[in-house]
């Protein structure tokens, strides 16, 4: 099983600032990596897959990076609904066998 | 308009039974595969289950033992889970998520999400 890893576990930051999470897998899983958003009550929204590619309505300032284990979600200019916890999940198995991380809580600073 | 609309939660023993249902509309629901994600009360994200477009695969997590039944009807754009022997520990909400689709490829991240449905199991 590939165990997902993110960091941190909560990151305060203002807004208009710069947000970076990371995820980190126990093997490689190529660049077949998603991150998803979600608020409170909601279900999750998927901002980025294949670890760089935006999903379709998501702004420009999501960013995916990375490849292998370590990856990265930035935020360049925070704004007020961007506020929310985000999983990253790998999709590298066969057969699928889905795993996320444990999520990373982004909360105003 | 894509739309997963998940019911059959609710309030359930442990060592019951419940049977969720998810109702999808808006795409050609026949074409894509789906799946059962839970999360527990402020937890993180768990893949349940998962079916292809013919219901020719179907996966589960090795965490439910052979307790869980996925299965849809095309016909009725309509999925299923069917939960038995049920334990605190499967209190969650659950949504069901649909894989993407390139072309005829599918790709294995979930694009569109339901609203969920809440099981609780508790005496």
């Known amino acids: 099983e590939i165990v997902m890893t993110q960091s941190p576990a909560t990151l305060s930051v203002s807004p208009g600032e710069r947000a970076t999470l990371s995820c980190r897998a126990s093997?490689?899983?190529?660049?077949?990596l998603a991150w998803y958003q979600q608020k409170p009550g909601q279900a999750p929204r998927l901002l980025i897959y294949?670890?760089?590619t935006r999903a379709t309505g998501i702004p420009a300032r999501f960013s995916g990076s990375g490849s292998g284990t370590e990856f990265t979600l930035t935020i360049s200019s925070l704004q007020s609904e961007d506020f929310a916890v985000y999983y990253c999940q790998q999709y590298n198995n066969w057969p699928p066998l889905y795993s996320f991380g444990q999520g990373t809580k982004l909360e105003i600073k | 308009e894509v739309q997963l609309v998940e019911s059959g939660g609710g309030l359930v023993k442990p060592g019951g039974s419940l049977r969720l249902s998810c109702a999808a509309s808006g795409f050609t629901f026949s074409f894509y595969t789906i799946n059962w994600v839970r999360q527990a009360p402020g937890k993180g994200l768990e893949w349940v289950s998962s079916i292809s477009s013919s219901s020719d695969y179907i996966y589960y997590a090795d965490s439910l033992k052979g307790r869980f039944t996925i299965s849809r009807d095309n016909a009725k754009n309509s999925l299923y889970l069917q939960m038995n022997s049920l334990r605190a520990e499967d209190t969650a909400v659950y949504y069901c998520a649909r894989l993407g689709l390139v072309g005829s490829t599918t790709v294995y991240y979930f694009d569109f999400w339901g609203q969920g449905t809440l099981v609780t199991v508790s005496s």
């Open positions: 294949g670890a760089s």
């Open positions: 093997q490689s899983v190529s660049s077949n």
